[in-house]
């Protein structure tokens, strides 16, 4: 399919969101295959799968937990002031305290060989680098999955924060833009639509 100038924004959304799901079978799919690897491993070894996310990433952790067709063994990191749902301010002032990771680290034991899957768009919140690290420090292997434009982009919240990537032992690209706004609307100040 072909963007045209007249093309609604909701059309271009489609569009786009298509193209990134394109792109993880073209570009992606190694990073995913080594990912689905490192699982498979730690399954297979009785491990278990670990998932964290903050803000709206922490839907990844749901996603994957007590599904019908799921993975048994996937353990999500659910700490409650950190969904938007208990207050989106203080969530996003909990996932930049530094410390946070460590502590919930020791609510939620893992083993060394169990596999942590850590979603961060922006790939620099310091609660998710933080845990990443910590459960590197412990022989967990740590799968990320961020937007590496906006984790190296300029606009970067913490410069001094190890990125996700720099910890992680699979990086897979969710080809997000800066901002995470897909669509520029004629009209509006702002792009719209993540």
């Known amino acids: ?3 045209t ?4 924004p909701g059309m271009r959304y489609l569009l786009e969101a298509g193209r990134l799901v394109d792109r993880l079978l073209v570009d992606e799919w190694p990073r995913i295959r080594a990912g689905a690897e490192l699982m498979a491993e730690t399954l297979a070894r009785g491990g278990v799968i670990h998932a964290f996310g903050t803000g709206h990433s922490h839907m990844l952790a749901e996603e994957l937990f007590y599904r019908a067709g799921g993975l048994v063994r996937v353990e999500p990191i659910l700490f409650e002031g950190l969904v ?6 203080l969530s996003t ?3 930049r305290l530094p410390g946070l990771g460590e502590a919930i680290l020791d609510e939620h034991p893992m083993t060394a060989g169990d596999v942590l899957v850590v979603a961060s768009n ?5 609660v998710g680098s933080d845990l990443a690290q910590r ?12 937007s590496v434009a906006h984790a190296t ?3 970067r919240r913490h410069k001094d924060v190890p990125l996700l990537d720099a ?3 699979v990086v897979v690209d969710n080809g997000g833009c800066v901002g995470d706004a897909a669509v520029a609307i004629d009209g509006f100040a702002t792009r719209v639509a993540p």
């Open 1 to 3: 399919y072909r963007v």
């Open 5 to 8: 100038a007249d093309a609604s």
């Open 84 to 89: 938007l749902h208990a207050g989106a301010r």
């Open 93 to 95: 002032a909990l996932e």
């Open 122 to 126: 922006s790939g620099g919140n310091v």
């Open 135 to 146: 459960a590197r420090g412990r022989g967990v292997r740590v799968i990320a999955i961020e």
């Open 153 to 155: 982009s300029k606009t």
């Open 167 to 169: 910890i992680a032992d």
